[in-house]
T-cell receptor, first 115, second 108 residues
């Protein structure tokens, strides 16, 4: 009964390949996110979707394409992987209200290593 | 950007009290959150401040002063399991802006 689940947990691949990370939440939240955490542990937002609609795209390269088939799922596809894409990618969800329930629930993360 | 600053690393002793500071420069935000992240795991929610003042949750308290651009997380009766990174985050219009986190080492 995991709240936010993402797969795979580890992803090791060669430069130039295309890969996808899947995310699902069973919390009934309207908003889902993708965050990237680099080697310095800095968490930076990449995308945000609200009810399947893209609402935030933080100047992420076009090689990254999120897809939200429904509000419970937000997948991330990455084309032509580069060495600099190596990081931990976290999916998260929240219920967008003006109080504490805005808090993010994170998936367990996907450690991507590009060789 | 929000220019959120936190100390990189701190060390404290089991049973002690530690205060982790967070300063920021921004014109406005909805709320300030603190998250805990153990090594290799996902961040988890600790506390939330929207108004100035202290919010207490068991051994953890968080303080906010909007006029001073300052927040802190106070951890009391430190336990070894509190060794983790603590992330300060500002929330504004569906965006969370995270600081780089403070790694807390709790020693016996």
């Amino acid at each position: 009964d995991t709240a936010v689940s993402q797969t795979p947990k580890y992803l090791v691949t060669q430069m130039g390949n295309d890969k996808s990370i899947k995310c699902e939440q069973n919390l009934g939240h309207d908003t889902m996110y993708w965050y990237k955490q680099d080697s310095k542990k800095f968490l930076k937002i990449m995308f945000s979707y609200n009810n399947k609609e893209l609402i935030i795209n933080e100047t992420v390269p076009n090689r990254f394409s999120p897809k939200s088939p429904d509000k419970a799922h937000l997948n991330l596809h990455i084309n032509s992987l580069e060495l600099g894409d190596s990081a931990v990618y976290f999916c998260a969800s929240s219920q967008a209200t003006a109080d504490e329930s805005e808090k993010l629930f994170f998936g367990s993360g996907t450690q991507l290593s590009v060789l | 950007g929000q220019n959120i600053d936190q100390p990189t690393e701190m060390t404290a002793t089991e049973g002690a009290i530690v205060q982790i500071n967070c300063t920021y420069q921004t014109s406005g935000f909805n709320g300030l959150f603190w998250y805990q992240q153990h090594a290799g795991e996902a961040p988890t929610f600790l506390s939330y401040n929207v108004l100035d003042g202290l919010e207490e949750k068991g051994r953890f308290s968080s303080f906010l002063s909007r006029s001073k651009g300052y927040s802190y997380l106070l951890l009391k009766e430190l336990q070894m399991k509190d060794s983790a990174s603590y992330l300060c985050a500002l929330y504004n219009f569906n965006k969370f802006y995270f600081g780089s986190g403070t790694k807390l080492n709790v020693k016996p």
